[in-house]
């Protein structure tokens, strides 16, 4: 099958695209409006872009209205990204629901909001990694149908859980992560293996 994008419906090409790129890592992004109503919310379009300094993305797609989420990031410029364990991933899942503005997703999911030390975002107490970000810089990528807008932010803060880094080392067994697959789908990352990259003269 050869897939022409632009001959087809972009919820087809979406499905493509999110039924081969897998597993996607999940931000769960904590925001805050300028009214200083929280948002929680999941975002799959995630990953780690730099490393000095450290930036991460996020890719937030319209619907009628611009996303809680992309608003409060544009208007405060913070935002936290909490890494999302298994052991919380339904409550994770409740906070996805489309609701209105003046919702707060803390109280939805029934997580706990816990201070950041940078930004005025709350962290998520549940998840193990957390990162307090500023804004780095909004690229519209398209306003289209099903288009969407890359956020890239820098991580300020990295607060991770003691009992599951050592060294700097991330144990992924503690950490728990999951990620997401195509349709409803989610994976785990409980089935790992190593490859030793090889040595180059
Ligand atoms: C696991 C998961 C991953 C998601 N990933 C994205 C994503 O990458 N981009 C996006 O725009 N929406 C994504 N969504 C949908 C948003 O979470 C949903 O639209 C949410 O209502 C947005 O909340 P907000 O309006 O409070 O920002 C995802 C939902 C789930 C459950």
Redesign the pocket.
């Known amino acids: 099958m050869i897939i022409n994008p632009a001959e087809h419906d972009p919820r087809d090409v979406y499905k493509i695209l999110i039924g081969s790129i897998v597993p ?1 890592p ?1 931000a769960f ?1 904590s ?1 805050l409006s300028t009214e200083g109503v929280r ?8 990953n780690a872009v730099c490393a000095a300094p450290p930036v991460i993305s ?4 319209y ?1 009628a209205a611009e ?4 608003r ?1 990031i544009r208007e405060t410029r913070e935002f936290v990204v909490n890494i999302v364990s298994d052991e919380f991933s339904e409550q ?2 409740l ?5 209105a ?1 003046e919702v707060d ?1 803390f109280e939805v999911s029934g997580l706990t909001p816990v201070a950041s030390e940078l930004v005025r975002p709350p962290r998520v107490k549940e998840s193990r990694v957390q990162m307090e970000c500023r804004l780095h810089q909004i690229v519209p990528v398209s306003d289209r149908p099903m288009g ?1 807008t890359l956020v890239l932010g820098q991580v300020a803060r990295f607060h991770v859980d003691d009992a599951i880094v050592d060294n700097f080392r991330i144990d992924p067994a503690k950490l728990n992560a999951i990620g ?1 697959m195509g349709g409803n789908g ?1 994976a785990r990352t409980t089935n790992r293996f190593e490859m030793v990259r090889p040595v180059v003269k």
């Open positions: 996607r999940i992004v925001t948002n929680l919310a999941p975002f799959s379009f995630f996020i890719s937030i797609s619907r996303k809680d989420t992309l409060n994770m899942n906070t996805s629901g489309e609701y503005p997703e969407a997401r989610y």
